[in-house]
């Protein structure tokens, strides 16, 4: 198991899809027992730490395939960095793929749960994932991670995939 600092560089990819017209992003729900109840504003794009001396790129695709299950083959597209609320640097790719929630698998983690009660459990990382249009994803994302879906429209607006209305 990796060790993570709170002030460790992540990457993460917002994947999407259309369907016939319509944009959709694939979000994720954390797992865990902080995480549980919470609905709007939880949501977040697969993402985890960049491991000393890897590329963003790499730290990215192994965050998909460990919280999700997905082996992206296809290129993808930089979207720039960005500081959550935290102050986490978050290296941003998008990438366009298919993915059917139903066969979400991901790595587990373990904390002492309940709190002080000296009992160690196991949790799925991610328990989630569904695919959202623009509108809905807004509501359900972590706030601090907006810009993901801000620089994707804007770079499929200006390649003509996307109508300036977001759909």
Not at 2 to 23: D, H, K, M, W
Not at 64 to 84: C, H, N, S, Y
């Amino acid at each position: 198991m990796r060790t993570v600092s709170p002030r460790q560089p992540s990457a993460g990819i917002l994947l999407y899809r259309y369907e016939g017209r319509e944009l959709r992003l694939l979000l994720v729900h954390p797992g865990g027992p902080f995480w549980r109840n919470k609905d709007d504003g939880a949501w977040q794009i697969p993402k985890g730490a960049i491991d000393e001396g890897e590329a963003p790129e790499l730290a990215a695709l192994r965050e998909v395939k460990e919280e999700i299950g997905l082996a992206i083959d296809g290129p993808l597209l930089a979207l720039g960095a960005f500081r959550q609320a935290g102050g986490k640097q978050v290296h941003l790719f998008a990438a366009e793929a298919e993915f059917d929630p139903a066969s979400l698998v991901s790595n587990r983690f373990e904390m002492e749960w309940p709190l002080r009660s000296g009992r160690m459990q196991s949790f799925p990382e991610i328990d989630r994932a569904l695919w959202f249009d623009v509108a809905i994803a807004r509501q359900k994302m972590l706030a601090s991670q907006h810009v993901a879906i801000d620089r994707l429209c804007d770079h499929l607006a200006a390649t003509g995939r996307l109508d300036p209305s977001g759909t």
